[in-house]
Every structure is written in structure tokens, then in C-alpha cells.
């Protein structure tokens, strides 16, 4: 059973049920997730060992979450405890044409966005694994996580991991694309696979393009940033979002060979995690050796049936998605 | 007030809600149903005297569901009480694009599919009643249930009940469609009204039909079974399932009348029962000498409106779906 | 910060949870409104003083609705408090092609419904306030109420606060349309402001029109009511409702300037007080002095919006509201 | 199976979960209830046939509140459908030491106050029955109901049924003690058994007693009462309450033999109800021909239990309650 | 009407239910409460007009408290908004001889506890009040907050609003007792009316006594209290603590005068806030000039009251109070 | 980290919440639980590696079950997925004077039920273990289970596995005492420890005491228990009931050093495996090399704080119970 490793932030969710606002309600429902967390989650169901590096308090809050995770199927042997708090957020569903709402708590206070390069012992973290995920919030939320970042996929390299690196911007935590630009070069040099979208390579990369189609600058840009970045395989989506549906197609570069995805419309449960899944759908495409075609119609099917399911973190298991991919809509299985 | 009854299996339903999974939730909420229950619910609100002839545990779960049973307007005085267990299904609810899944509990082992022929007192059970409902899943159950559902049959036959028979065939409960197909053939002898599909035609009667269009094949057999069964009345719908809701067509043969509605498009809220509210739609219109073409409108129209409401059971009453049927969509009704 | 009073009774709302009739449920939902609480709720979050004249019991159920609006940033201070009851009303909500149904408690016994015009003292009520708001359904519940309702709207318009006027009739309540005639005209005589329908036109006032085009027939009434009853500003909305959604168009006269919102079609989260949420933006847009078709827009937009968040008093502010204007869909804001 | 009528009211309980306010929470528990349900569901569940005779709105509140009480167990053939509104009580639950509150809706309006004496077919309604049962409630309620109340008990009388009154004097129903005396002697006069307290004697019927003692009181009064009014059968209970639970103690006396049961120290759950569940269990104890000392020990049993079920309506059996009497307590049963 | 400011932090409560841990539940129930907010929300409920001063994040959750914090009844037009975060607490209440567990978020981040002096308007805030109220909690978290505190204190006092002061010790928000003193020295200087325990004075005030026994400890430092500092009134409570509930006492030493209260012995729905209750009966006592006994009376009921009521804020009024006070436990109030 | 195995069935429990009746509800709250997975979830949060031998069903409810017992920390590696079926119970919980009430499902059928000896690959299960634990609900279930469990302990034992023993027998699973014997005579063979009853010994064993007193039978069983069976450690614990509250008290004999805990007298959240906590005390005393007094202390205080925590299985880390027991009762820790 191979193992996957991903390093991230483990947060608390706490969401107004049936589109009330915290105004008006009195319950929330919580869970945990992130995004490496959420990368895991869909691997786990897969049927690889994962483990998550992160940091959690030595609270009540750690232990619920270590539980979560656990639940998921992630491996919590490699989560550092201590200090006191977690980041958390609160969701405010949206229904139709209104837009959900985010509202965070202090996550750059957290035990994880605190925690230092030396908390991690490499040798015990690295050891027995085959693949390591990064995702661009760890690299926005504290100069230190960043350099934990860096330095982990660093050691992960040298000692022949495969390190994939989903870029995944956040406007709000960079003061600017130009104080991000050098980070994300780093972790692309580092990486041996990416997820990335035609925006990061415009505004982080700062790239041109002669195309104004976002496929045709998909197709443009994916292979320029495998050369550039001497990157095996660079993976994307597009999304286009209405209030009744949201439209996605991926496309995947893997050993040169540039494809896409049929295109999905479906209408969406929960929207959170599903870039995740196709993360984690690439991941697992690349791991079984599947081909290009094979892969990127995977990772789409995986993040379009994850809007489907409640909450961040994927979990459907492979057969659950290559069933849907394979038989066209049953509506009750009995 | 004409008394109707129907024999089958009254089951629990255990849902889990807000789309959730059962790794995901902590809650559940449950009923209990079963076909033979939602046939006579339906009829009971249009203002039939009902009464289901089942057997429940005598124990605390076969109280719970009587007590179900009655507040839904059926008579229980004919459900046996012995034994230990009852039939379950948990309910996953599928959303958009993702399937809803049912996992079963032993229900071979219940109360009602181990109860034998010599239970059941004729005499008794049949007494005072116009009409007798089966379906195909009380067929498919057990080797005794088998016995008692044809022994039933024929026993209301000649004391002059009608007798229905909803096809309604469970692949996972048939070893194969041979097994199936002289219980059916005995069942459509034994009945005066039956509700049918294409596909159970052709299945399990192993019949062959020129037509590819399901319509046309439906038009095709619906005769075929009246003559060849001597049926004075055979109904059925064609449905097809897509992500945004469902489309429902009724087709009825009576008396020689071939007759079917107009078709519908709807969304779905609780997709469970919708075949038996059809069935209960159909029934009515026999009782209430309705033509077939006010039989099937009316059928049709309970159908498309039990797809709406919460849970297997219909609910609602003749007044309530008549000025359903009679007005265009109105918003609210206050 | 201007004031804006509103007279009106305050109802109790139970709401059965998750589509489900009250057959079927245990639980309830519930909160407190009414139409002259919506109107000033809205206008609450854009930033006016608002205070609700009204009357509720002496008794827990008065705190707890005096609680709830307070909540809602209203001025509670000329409520009075008094007598037993309180009028309520039971909400089962449709889906899909199914009707939402309302059940009404007895609330002509209502504290408010009992009140009598020597309660409310007017230097009081109306001292420090620029607008006062009114609405039709006041006007039918009982002849004591329609007696305060002129009442204070004479005395306001004596004092030199704008009235404004929501026609919102309920044909249950009057027992014909004669009988409601004099009462309408009577209140559009007082008013400066009125929202009216085309169907209001026909049948309230019993006018004609060649048209049989509804914004056409919006187009020629609203202009005759401008001028017959000396009102600076007549609003009004076409709406037209489906399964999947409504369709909705404003329409604003005002000092002789006529135009029309853009057409919108949107799922509904929960239809009642999205008119209210209409009047108060039209109240906006007078006391704001935004042109005729600034306020038309943004009392559509307001109206829009509200029938996607729960509950029938608008919750959205001026920010909020306006941002969706300008943007076009976004799916999270985080 | 003997057949017991009740006439009574049918209420809507409203209930705060969790020991809140009304200002506290945003939801409500329902269920329906009135003493003379409480009783038959109590002598349902002991195996007797129960009918109500109440009158419920033709509404879809009277819809719930007859689906619940078949649910009961209870038939509602009886059960006048018409009117528009039925009594409800909004439930605040104490804890430890403050007392829960009840908030009244306005009862007196109801479907059921407002029915008329002419509404009632004696010859259906009583037909069949071997007992009637009536409360003090009802005779309080409305002149109407009042007049509804001897004519029925008087009827009844005259064909032969066992009646039976508890007294359950309500202060805030009557405007005096006095007002009551005329009509509570009327139907003790009618009575063949009765439920009373020391309390109804001394302040209802204005006796004197020169016992102080609450138990010596009763022992004083019950034979006066059974002589007075030439009821075989005379009983009541002595309840203390503090925050940690509550006394009780029950007399009975039956055809001159007067016995009291030993007194119960116990939490409690849930009190509405309790008063009925005791008088339920007498019942039962005189259509069983259980000697005095039996049906006092039953009927204090029952009313205990009562006390710790959820819910107005005493649910448990016969063998429930007597495996409770007969053992120790018992953890748990599996 | 009587207008008593307070001074404090609002925090968001996040509670699990039904005695269920972290890990277990997926629930959370929430309110907004702090100490400052309690003593308003009693005082409130007893007829004055309440002013919050306090900073609110100028977000979802500020709106949300502002809302709750309005349904209290206190006005909220003197908090500030600005900044991104509010305090929080999850609750997981213990049960029988478990005891609760409280984990907070980084408080010392939130927006009131990083609000600087100069965001404070004096004038403003000051206007037209008659008391104001401080509590220990305020003066631990952090340096600007406490300089906050004591400048609003003077500046107060100066302005001839009374002035209170609830010591109010939380040992873990400072790193000793001897960093505590002087400033407790300070507002027990400022103040004209504290609440203090036996435990304050041995441990913050360093004072000695030969006293062993707590009461006598309490009868030995009030005087002294009173004297040294110049307080006009000087409260507190000995409170003793079991799995099955509380003992509580009260001191009040008014104007030379000592009293206490009975003793109370109760069972404990939701401990937090009470001690707040406490504070806000002695102002109340204050304000109505009752006499020393009267005020320990009152203020001792409406503690052991709300120990009884869900949540931190005290919601119970004076006649609530006060009928509790004087009769006997009622059962059911209807 | 040492490693402790059990094994035993995972049963679904599904609580009907607030003290109502499976009539009465419509909600249900679920878990997973056993004895074995009880046993290990105390020792998981005393820092044990602790793995489950037992078998689900290949479906989603073994898929929940799966997830649940790795959030509670067991690692589910040697769980075996086949077969349809998993036990479950219904829990109608008591209050007061009313007990609890279990209803089983067919758990004879169920995967763990129907498995078979040679499914269990001992070198892989058994590998790496230090302890396995088994009790005695597994020897009565099935005569396969029955012997799956004496091949595990034989096979344990013979490669130097510690082997504990839970006797817990269930009288409602076994057809008698004398068919019970020889197993537990086997299994109490292969035992280096066991938890065991006095009525156990007086029962299964059929052992004779001159003793009345449950104490002192005890105290005369333990040490012929030890010596006749070869055990080094002999526990139990006596237990009485009442309403209000359990009395607890242990008794361990170790290395023939016999010694018993103080007497607990408690209110009681959740009884249900409160037993196995106390198991799970007994073997980390064991492991720890505790003292027989430190042993039984902590056992008991294990299993009394159980009683006081929602669920089955043991939540409290050994930092917990061992605060608890040092320090007095803390009403809540912040």
C-alpha cells in the first residue's frame, strides 16, 4: 500500500444549517478540514495509507479534530500538539443567486501557522512514504509555515518522494502576486507535479498570453509551465459558476501528453473541497500510472461528484466514482 | 365507506439527513413504510376504510411502527404480532448527480417473511372488504410469504374481493428472472387489476415486442397482458430519471380503453413510494367507476404529486391533489 | 439618521422543518413578522431608525416576539403591551410543484386586532419621525384597526411625515372587493408613496384598461393612480411563478418618471416578505432621492435577495444588496 | 373488548426543548393532547377500544391532531371536523426550583368551545360504549360546552354506560368557586365514579372538615362524597411537590371499602397528564372488578409512571406497569 | 427610566449539547454573552435602560452578537466595530460529578481586547447615564484594555456615575496575584460599590484574618473592605459546590449595615453568568434604595434563579423574581 | 507503546433522544459500540495502540461502523469486511423510577456472527501484541464465534500474549447456566485475568458461599477463583441501583494481594459500558504494574467517571480520571 503524506492546516468548520445566517440561527454544525486534509481524505478512500504533517493544540479542539481526521482514515501519527488554538471559519450558505459567506477567526494565531522548522523532524516524518502534497495557503499564511514548506518539499526531493504542489491563491492572505511570485517558483522548481490554473500563470507567474478563450490559454500555458518547471505532469480546471449550476473541465499534461476532460454541469451541494478531489484524483492517476485521458477524466469525475457530498472532505472510494463515470444517472441504489 | 386492504411487509426506514452519509452524521430519522402501507395511506386519505394484513415483532419496534401505521389512517387490527424482527433500510440521500443508497437489514428474518400460511385466518382477515392489494416484492421475499401472498389471492378471488397486483420486481430479491416468471404469471392469472411495466413484460414474462420506444412497447403489451390474463384493468407509467428531476407518463387499459396521461417534469423530493401512490391512484379510479382516461390523469397526477412530499407514504387527500391537478401552480396558499 | 415608522401586527410564525406536513413532524420552527416588521427590518439593516407601532399580549409570547424584533434592530419602544394573544399563522412549505400552505390561528382575537384608537397617542407615536408606513392587510383585519389605520395616517400627513402605502390585499380577509373600495381609496388619498399591482387596479378599484399584457396594464395604471390620488411615487411588481423558480420586474413612477427594473428569473428560498422587502427599498430610494430607475433597481435587487434568505423579514444591508447588483455571481466570498 | 368514551378537548402543546425560554430558542416540540385523550391513551395501551368525542377545525391542524391520536391508539370516528381553530398551550419547562409556564392561545374560539349540543348525535356517539368519561376542564371551557357536558353524561346515564367526572377544577377558567358548585354537583349527581380531591371538596362544594391533615381530610370526605352523591366509586391522590421530586399518594373508595395506596417519592419528567393517568387506572380497576386496594395501587402506579414518560398521554401498557410494580427497579431491560 | 452602563468584552459561547464532548457530537448550540453583558441583560429585564460599551468585529459574527445582544434588550449604539475577531468559548458541560470544560480561542486577539483608549469617546459614551459597571475580567486581558478600564472608571466617577466593580478573579489571564493587586487597589478605589469573595481579599489584597470559617471570613473583610477603599456597598457570595447541586449565601454590607441572606441549596441547569446576576440584583438594590437585607435578598434569588435558566444571561424580571421569592415552589404556572 | 488487542462484535446503537419512546419519535442518534471496542477505547486514550479483531459487513454501514472506531482510536487493520449484516440495538433511555429499554436486532445474522475461525489468520492478528482481551458476550452469541474465541485465547496464550477474560454474561443468550459452564470454565483456564461477579461464581460456576452478604462473597470468591483457575488477577465490582444514582465499589485481588476501591454513590448519564471501563482500568493497571490498590482505584474511578459521559465507550485520558480522583469535584474548568 503506498503512502501519501500531505503538510497543511488542519481547520475547524462551523456552518449556519439550512442557509440561515448567524444572525438568525441558534446551531452550527461542525467538522474539520483543510486542504491537505481534503487531498488525503479522497486518497484514503482509494485505498492508500495516508498521513497528514500538521500541528493541533494540546486541547479539546486537537483531540476533536485528531478524531475527525482519524475518521477520515488519515494517519495522525505525524501531527505535532501543542500550543493552544486552531484556525476556524464560519459558513454562511448561500442558496441560488446569493453568494455563501466566509468569516475566519485568527488562523494565523493557530499552533500551526505558530509552529517552527524545527518542531519537524524530517526523518521521522519523511520516513516510508512515497508522495508529499503542498498547496499555496501554507505557503500565504506565516513566513514560517513557508519555510517549513519549502524545506520539507526540499528534503522530500532529495530523498525521492514525488512532491506535487497545488498552487490554490488566496488574494487575502498575500499582500500582492508579486510578494508570492518568488515562493511559487520555488515550490513549481520543487515539484514534480502541479495543479494550476490559467489565472495563477497570468497574475502569480505574471506570464503572457495571446489568448483570451481560457481553454486555449489552459492549452497555452500547461505545457510552458512543464518545460519551465521541469514539471512530469501539470493539471487544471475550469470552472464557470450559475446559480442553479456550476460548469467544470480539466485538463492534464502528463509525459507531454495534453488533454482534457469532457465538460460536467451539475448542481451543487457543498463547493468546498472539490479542488481537492481532482488534487487527489491526479494524484491517484499518477500513482496507478493511468494514462493522461485516464487521469484527467478521474480527477474531473472525482471533483464533480465531491460538490455533491456534504462537507470539505471527499469521500467517495474509487468504486463509488468509476461506477458513476461508467453507468449514466440511477436514481435510488437498492 | 368501501374497505380496502393489502398484504405486504411493513419495513423501518432509517434516513440520514441533510445528504449526509452514515459515516458523516450522528442523527437519523425514521418511519416505517413498505408498498403495501403507501397504497393504502394514499387510499385512506381519498377516504377509503383501510386495512394492512402483515405480521409486526411483538416487542417495542413492532409497537413504534403500529403506532405509524395508524396515525397514517390505516386500520392495524389485522397485523399479526409475533416474533422478533423487523425489516430496515438505511436511506443515504442522493443529491443532483449522485445517487441516493439503500443498505437492507436482514429482512428475510423478519417477523413478516418468517410468518406461515396457518397464520393467517381468512375468514377473519377477509371479512367486510371490496378490494386486496399485492405486489411483486412480497413475492420475491420468501418461500412461505410466496405461499401466502397466491393463497391470499385466490381465497379473496372467490369471495369476491378484487384482487391488484403491482408487478413492482426487485432484481437483488430473484435469483434470476425464470425464478420469477410462473409466481408472476400466477399472480396476473389470479388478479382483476394489475400494475405493469415494458421492461417486466419482456423480463419476466419473457415476451417480444417490434417496438423500441417504450411508449410504443407499453402500448404494444398493456392488451396483450388484459387478454392473455383476462385483466379488466392494466396500468403503468414510463419514468426517466435526470439529475434536475424526473418525467412521468401513466398508461391505463380499461375495459378495452387504451388510454395516457400527459407527460410531467418535476423535481424530487422524496422519490421513495411514487409507484404506489400511482397504484393507489389507479385503484381509486376502478372504485370510483372513473374513465381511463380520468383513472390514468388521476394516478398519474398522485404519482407526480408523492414525488413532493416527505417520506415512502402519499398523503395527500383527493381535494388536494384534484385542485393540483385542476390549477396551475399556485406559490403559496394562504 | 432618519426615522421610519411602521404600524402593523406582529405575527408568530411556526414553520414545519425539511418539507414535511404536520402530520409528519414534531418540531417546529419559529420566528415573528409581519408585513410592516418586514418593511422596517429591511430598512433597519440599511441604516435608518425604525420603529414599529403596534400591540402585542402581556404575556411570554409578547416578550419573546418584542425579543425576536429587537434582534431585528427595530425600536420596540411604541409597542404596547396589553391583552392575551397573539395572532399566528402555520407554514408548510412546498417543493417543487407542490404549494406552500399557510393555517391561520384566530387572529382577529388578537391583542393587536382588539386595539383601539384611543391607545396609540399620537404626539407620541409620531414625534421625531419622517415616514410612516402602511399596509393593506391592517386594513381588513378588523373595522378598529382600519379606524386607527386612517387615523394615524391623517394625523401623520397632518404632521408632515410621508405616508406610504402597500395595497398587499388578502381576498380572505375582506369579503368583497366593494367592500374593501372606499378603505383603499381612502388610504391612497393619504398616502405620498403607494405599491400597487395592476390586479389591485381591476378589482380594488374597479377600473378598466385595454390591455391584457400585464406590464402593459402596469404601464397604464400607474400614472392614473399617480394622478388621481396625488402620489409622487406609485410602485408595484409583476411576478410570475414556476416550479423552478420565479420571475420578477419592477416597475417605478415617480414625480412623473416612469421605467422598469430588468427582468429576473431565480430559485426561491423563501417566498414570504420578499413584497415587503420590495417597499422598503422603494422607501430607500424616495429617502435617499434616488432617480425613478436607481430605485426601482435596487428595491427589485432587495426583493430578489430576500427571497433567497430565510425567513420572512429582510436581512440583507445596503452593502450587501448592492454588491450583488454590481457583481455578477460569486460563489464564496472568502 | 370493552369500549371507553371520552369527551374532552384536543390541545396543541407547544414545547421549548431543552429548559429555554421562548425568547431563548428558535424551536418548538408539538404534540396534541386534553385530558380525555390522556385517559384513553392510557386505557388504549391497557387493551381497551377508546373513542374520542371532540370536535377538531377542518384544517390541516385538525388533520395533525387526528393522525397523532391514532397514533395514540384512540378512534377518532367521533371526532367533529369543522370551525377553524383549536386550543394550544406553548410549554416553558422548569428546572429544579422554577416552575415551567404555560401560555395559552385563545381556547375559547376553538373548533371545540364553539360546538354546539345539536352537533352531537347521541345515538351514534354512544353507541357501542360500555363507559364515558368526563373532566372538570370541559365544563369550565364554555356555557356551550358546558351544556354539552350534562347532556351527554346524562344520556349516557340513561342508556346504561358507566360515567365517570374528574373533578380537575381549573381557577382561571371559572369566575368563582361559586360559579362552579351548581354545575360540579349536576355531574357528580350524574357520576357513577369520580375523581376528586380534599381541595374540590372544601372550596368547590364548600364543605367543612375539621381535620387539617391533607390524607385525614380525604378519609373524611370520600365516604360523605360517595354517600352525597350515590357514587359507587370515590378516588383521588395527595401530591407534594418539591424540586427534586414529587410525593404522591392515592385513596380510593370502592362499594364502601376505603383503601390508599403507599406513597411515592420519585423525579420528574414530564407532570401534564399525571392527574389523567391516575384516572385512567381507576377506570381500569372497575371494569377489571379489581378489588379497592388493587385499583388504588394500579391507578397511583400508572400516574407515577406517567410522570416519567415524555408527553401528556400516559403510554405504557398493562404489563409495563405491572412488572414495575411487582420488581425493584431495574437498570435497564435487555 | 434609570440608564446603567457596563464595560466589557461580548465573547461568543459555543456549546455542545446533551453532555456529549467534542469529538462526539457534530453540534453546536451558540449565544453571545461576557460579564458585562449578564449584569446588562438582568437590569434590563428589571425595567432600566442598559448600555453596552464594548468593540465588536466589523463582521458576520459582530453583526450576529450585536443582534443577540439587541434581543437581550441592552442598546448596543456604544459598541464599537472594527477589527476581525471576538473572543470565543466552547462549553462542554459536564454532568453529575464530571465536571464542564471551557477551551477559548485567542481572546487577546479579538477586537475589544486590542481596542485602544483613544477609540473611546467619553462624552458619548458617558451621556446621560447614572451608573456604570466593570468586572475583573476586563482588567486581566490585556494592558490597553486594563488602562481603558481605569481611565473610564475616573472619568466616570468625575462625571458622579456611580460606580461598580465585581472583582471577579480569573487566575489564568494573570501570571500572579501580586501582578493583580494594584490594580484591583485601583478600582476598589474608583469604585462606590464592589463584589468581592473572602478568597479576593486573602489572595489579590494579601490581607490576613483568624478567621478559618468562610463566612466568618466574609463578615470580618466586608467592614474593612468598606472602610479602606470608602465603598459604600460591598457584596459577595459563599458559594459550595456538589454533583447534585449548590449552596449559595449572600453578604451585603450597605451603609454599615451587614446582612445575609438565607441559605439556598438547588440543583444547577447552567452555572455561567450567574454570579453576574448576583452583581445586577445588588445594583438594583442600589438604584431602588432597599434596604441592606432587602438587597442580599433580591440578589441572592436572582443568582440561584439563574443557575436555573438556559445561558449565560440572566432573563428572569422582577416580578418572576419576586413571586419566586415569595411563595413556595409552584409546579406548573398555567 | 505496548499493543492491546480485542475482540468482539461492533453493534450499531440508536438512541431515541430526550427520553422518548420509539412511538414518540421521529429522530434517532447512533453509534457504534461492543465490549471489545469499549475496552479499547479507554486504553486508546490512556495511550495504548489498540486493535479491534472483529468482522463488518462489506457495506456502508460497515463502512460508518469502520470510521467511528478509528475517530475513537482504534486502529480497524484486523477488522474483516464480508457479509451482510451488523447487530444493532434500539435504546429507549429510562428516567427515574422508569429503566431503560433495549431492543435487538437479529444479531445472530449478523457479519461477526456468521464468521468462521478460518477467516481469522492468526499470525497476521496476533502479531506484535502484548495483551487480547475477550469477554463473554462473544462466547454465547454463535457456536462459531464461540469457537473463534477459544482458539484466539489458546493460540494468544501459547505466544506469551496476557489473555483477559470479562466473564459478563447475558442470561438472554444462553439457554442456560449449565450450557454456559464448561466455556467459561475453559476460558477462565486460558485467562491470566478476569473480571468476574459473585453471582458469576454462584451461577456459571455454581459455586457455594456461606456468605449473604454480596461483599463478603466477594472477598470468599476472588482468591478461590485465582487459585482454581490459575489467574494472576481476579476482578469486580458490585453495583447497586437506584433512581437517583448508582453505588459503585471494586475489588481486585493481584498476586494474592486482595484489596477493594472506597464506595461511589453518583447520578448516572449513560450506563451502557460502564463495565468495560472499568475492564480497561484493570488491564492498565495491569500493564502499568500497578499496585492491586492503585489497580482497583483507578478502575473504579474509570468506570464511575464512564457513568458521567455520553456513549458506550470510555472518552477520559488517564490525565483526566486522575485529576478527577485527586482533586475534589470542580464544578467547571477555565
Not at 506535487?164 to 507535479?193: G, H, I, Q, T
Not at 509551465?225 to 512530469?232: A, G, R
Amino acid at each position: 500500500m503506498r503512502s501519501v503524506l500531505a503538510f497543511g492546516e488542519v481547520m475547524m468548520r462551523l456552518e449556519v444549517p439550512a442557509y440561515a445566517t448567524l444572525e438568525q440561527s441558534r446551531t452550527l454544525h461542525y467538522l474539520f478540514s483543510g486542504s491537505g486534509v481534503n487531498v488525503l481524505s479522497g486518497l484514503s478512500k482509494y485505498g492508500y495509507s495516508t498521513r497528514l504533517i500538521s500541528k493541533l493544540p494540546a486541547n479539546r479542539l486537537g483531540d476533536a479534530a485528531q478524531a475527525y481526521l482519524r475518521g477520515l482514515g488519515l494517519s495522525t501519527s505525524s501531527i505535532l500538539r501543542g500550543g493552544e488554538f486552531m484556525g476556524m471559519y464560519f459558513l454562511e450558505s448561500g442558496f441560488g443567486v446569493r453568494s455563501s459567506k466566509v468569516t475566519y477567526t485568527n488562523r494565523k494565531e493557530s499552533a500551526f501557522c505558530q509552529s517552527q522548522l524545527e518542531e519537524y523532524e524530517m526523518d521521522v516524518l519523511l520516513a516510508g512514504a512515497n508522495w508529499i502534497h503542498f498547496c499555496g495557503i501554507s505557503l500565504a499564511v506565516t513566513p514560517n509555515v513557508r519555510e517549513i514548506v519549502v524545506a520539507l518539499a526540499a528534503e522530500a526531493k532529495k530523498r525521492g518522494l514525488t512532491v506535487s504542489f497545488d498552487c490554490n491563491f488566496r488574494p487575502k492572505l498575500w499582500d500582492s502576486y508579486a510578494e508570492a511570485k518568488p515562493w511559487y517558483e520555488k515550490m513549481l522548481s520543487l515539484a514534480d507535479v502541479c495543479m494550476i490554473s490559467e489565472q495563477d500563470a497570468i497574475h502569480i507567474l505574471n506570464w503572457e498570453t495571446k489568448e483570451t478563450d481560457r481553454e486555449k490559454q489552459m492549452q497555452d500555458f500547461l505545457p510552458k509551465i512543464s518545460e519551465t518547471f521541469n514539471l512530469s505532469v501539470v493539471a487544471g480546471t475550469i470552472r464557470e459558476v450559475a446559480p442553479d449550476g456550476h460548469f467544470l473541465k480539466g485538463f492534464v499534461l502528463k509525459n507531454g501528453d495534453m488533454t482534457c476532460s469532457k465538460s460536467y454541469r451539475f448542481p451543487v451541494l457543498d463547493r468546498i473541497g472539490a479542488g481537492d478531489a481532482f488534487a487527489g484524483g491526479v494524484i491517484h492517476g499518477v500513482l496507478e500510472n493511468l494514462s493522461s485521458q485516464e487521469t484527467v477524466n478521474f480527477a474531473v469525475a472525482a471533483s464533480v461528484y465531491a460538490h455533491t457530498t456534504y462537507g470539505d472532505s471527499p469521500i467517495a472510494g474509487l468504486k463509488e466514482i468509476q461506477e458513476w463515470m461508467e453507468s449514466s444517472f440511477r436514481e435510488i441504489e437498492r
